[in-house]
Structure formats: structure tokens, C-alpha cells
């Protein structure tokens, strides 16, 4: 064996014979899933129709396991092999339901990703595979398929001077999207598969007017219904049966108690024009797809200060006392004996964080399930990647505090900085009251930016939502975030390891 193999089988030789600092780590993973489980079992979701409280719907899921919102006005008819829809879009216009400022009036207008256009579907069912070419109120021509996917095409608004032709065409199981001023001459937006007979058609849809207020708390974001209505003429279908039917569908509409469809989309034909109204989306679910991940382990808090605690103690106190200086008597390179506890150290917080997130994010998810909440629940890899880098935050955040200790030699000071860093921050951003700005420079520039391995749910460029990090969005990615607190790490404990070389032990 190596003498730094020997050093780090001393060390961990000595930390599992100090009965305070196994029982610490024990307890840190213990008050993670315990206070995760007790927050859980006190969280209750209950929704209502009108003034009659209803069981809360599961949202449907997507072909990729996210949970999705898919709702929208759809005229349709059957596609078995291949075929293309060919329409011009002359007007599109909306109506938001008492919209800020006075909140006092149904007013005209499109929110910025209302859509209508031409559309592919897998069915008729809700979360089946789509593929859509379309045209949005500001975000010009898109073409978007199985909910997370997104293509620019031209920019501009349509309108009865500047209309838009729209043509979706098959060919074998690859659908290409297409778009032209004039009907003569096309440009290519994108293409995407979709397998098997589907649905063709017409479509339109608009989500809600979403205010978000980016202020004190992290921000608010309060939602009203939005309605798009679109005209479209010189539809042309091929590839289905000659003269056949159009069929409806409100994809998505719940029914009022009275069975009629809630909020429910319309189409008038007439002379060749048909003319459609709907609401809703055809997107992933964001901050509202259900419980996030802080909520599950809001324990991690505690947990940490606990192992900060534990870590500022594994040396400090032997600093403080002399007691190192036998381990430098078997081994002068100090630097050395500090990589070594950094080594037993980090490895046992590692591994006491990822058993305790791996634990309590699933048993927690059914707690909340069983408390009335819809959201399908988190993906086998989701989680265990999101159990990783939760040991690693706690590894991180032990070996921080581990160089605080050796570079100051008092406990005190050492877990008093490192709940400063680490855990005053986070907590600032989710209760703290802080505007949204101030938050993300918080997780960007201080160890705290590492609870970023928290958020599961990307942010979609083509959904609007309450991005911030009360909301479970932060400003740095998972790994962004780990670096940035194993920097902080990094530098503590090059600083400790300079002083224990020039300093006496």
C-alpha cells in the first residue's frame, strides 16, 4: 500500500471510531428523508369546478415521459399512407379574459405563442405524437412536434395582407413542413417521422395570458384564459378518402358538471372557409407540471448544516488541540494528511447525501400522490442522476468546510461561514424575499449555486412560465452549478493546505 493509501486508511481508521461524527452523518441522512416525508404528508392539491371540488386530473404524458398539456381545436380526417394538407391562413385574432391592468374586461387580443395551423396527430388521444406546421401570434412560422421540439421559420405576424400558406406532406413516415407568401413558391421550415395512420388537419390553440411579476418572493405569475380564433381558405387534402368527412374534436376540453365541454373551441364552414377557435397548448408542463424536487428534499437543508458541522469538527478540533501532530509525525507532507481527510471525508458525504436523496425523492413522490397531486412522478434515471449530484452537493459542501476549518482552526467560525455561503443563500432565494435579479446572481456567484441540481424540468423557449428560482429554475445548470461550489472548495482548501505547510501543527 501507498503512504497516501496508508494516510487515508488512518483517517478513515479515525473518523469511524469518533462516535459523534458517524452519529452525524447517520442523523444528516436521517433528518433528509424525515423531514422530506413529514413535508410531504402535510402538502395536500385539490382542485374545483366552479364551487365543487373535483379529484385534480393527471395530466397527460408525452412520448417522452414528460408531463404535457394538449389541448386544442382540431378538424381532422384519417391518413393511413401518403398524403399532405395544404392551407392559407389569412387572420388570426384572440380574446384575453380581464387581462392587467384593471382586470375588469374580456379585451381583443393574442398572446405570443397562440398557434393555428396544419397538423399530423397519432390519434386523438391525449400526450399521442404529433407533428404541426402553424403560425403564432409573435413568434412568426413554427414547426413543432411531440411537444419539446421546436423550428423557426419565417418571422411576421399573419393577416389578411399578408397571409400565409401552410402545407404538412408525407412521404413514407417522414413529415416535411413547408410555408409560402404566395402558394407558388415554398420554402422548407423542418421535418419529423410519425409512423401508422394518423389524423390530419386543421388546428388552433392558445395559452393562457401569463403575467409573471419577477419581484419580492421570487416572483408570481397569475394565468387567464386566452382564446385564438383563425381563418384558413384554400385548404387542399390529399392522400385520405375522396369527399370525406371532417371530423371535430376539443382535444383536451374537460367537462363542466353539466357534462358540456369546459371552455370548449368551435369551427363555422362556409363558401370553402372554415374559421377555428380554441384554447389551450400543445407544450410541455413547467413550474405547474406538480411538486418539485425542493419540496422532496427541503431536508437536504438541515442535513447540510448537520454535515458542516460534522466536517468543521474533523479538524479543527485536532488543529486547535495538536492532536495532528502525530499523523505529522508519520507523514511531514501536511499537505498530504489534508488530502487525505478531504478524501474519507468527501467520499462518506457523498455517499450519506445520494442514499438519503435516492431514499426519500420516490417515497416522498407517493406520499404526495396519495395526498392528491397528478404529476406522473420523476423517471428512474431522473432520479438517480438527481441522487448523484445531490451527494455531490453534500460532498462538496463538507470539503468546503473542511478547508474553512483547517485554514481558520475554529469550529465555530468555519461552520459559521459555510452556513453563510451554502445554506443562507438558498434560503434567501426560496423565502428569503428577494427580487428575482438579486436571487440568480446569488446562485451564480456563491457555493449555494449547487442546489441547482434540483431542477428537472428544462426551460422551453417556445413556453412561456414563471422561470425563476422560486420556482425551480435556476440560472446555472446542475453541473455549472457543482463546479461553481467545487471552485469555492477547491480554493479553501488550497489555502488550508499553504498555512498547514508554513505553520507550525
Sequence with gaps: MSDFGRLVRAEWTKFRTVRGWVLGIVAAAVVTVLLGL????????????????????????????????????????????????????????????????????????????????????????????????????????????????????????VSADAPRWLRLTRAGDTLTGEESTDGASWTRVGTATLAGTVEIGLFVTSPSDLTVDGGVGGGTAQARLAKATATFDNVGLTGTAPGGDWLRDDIGAKPNLDGAPHHPGSVEEAGGVMTLSGNGDMAPL???AGPAVPLVLIGLVIGLIV?????????????????????????????????AKAVVLGTVTFVAGAAAAALVIPLAWDVLRDNGFRHPGLPLPTIARVAVEAGLLVAGTALLTLGLGALLRRGLAAVGIAVAVVVLPYLAVIIGGLPTAASEWLLRLTPAAAFAIQQVTPEYAHVVANYTPGSGYYPLPAWGGLAVLAGYAALALGLAAARLRRSDA
Design 38 to 157: 413529514y413535508v410531504a404528508s402535510n402538502s395536500l392539491s385539490s382542485c374545483s369546478l366552479g364551487t365543487v371540488e373535483v379529484e385534480c386530473p393527471t395530466p397527460p404524458v408525452g412520448p417522452g415521459g414528460e408531463a404535457v398539456r394538449d389541448k386544442f381545436y382540431f378538424v381532422h380526417q384519417p391518413l393511413a399512407g401518403d398524403g399532405a394538407v395544404t392551407v392559407r391562413v389569412t387572420s388570426m385574432t384572440g380574446l384575453i379574459t380581464y387581462p392587467p391592468p384593471n382586470h375588469n374586461e374580456i379585451v381583443p387580443g393574442l398572446v405570443e405563442w397562440a398557434k393555428a395551423g396544419v397538423i399530423a396527430k397519432d390519434g386523438t388521444a391525449e400526450g399521442s405524437r404529433y407533428v404541426a406546421l402553424m403560425v403564432t401570434a409573435k413568434h412568426g412560422v413554427r414547426m413543432q412536434h411531440d411537444f419539446i421540439h421546436d423550428t423557426a421559420g419565417k418571422p411576421g405576424a
Design 307 to 339: 454535515v458542516i458541522v460534522v466536517a468543521a469538527l474533523n479538524v479543527s478540533t485536532e488543529l486547535r488541540r495538536g492532536l495532528i501532530g502525530v499523523t505529522l509525525l508519520a507523514s511531514p507532507r501536511r499537505g498530504r494528511v489534508l488530502a
Design 286 to 288: 413547467t413550474g405547474e
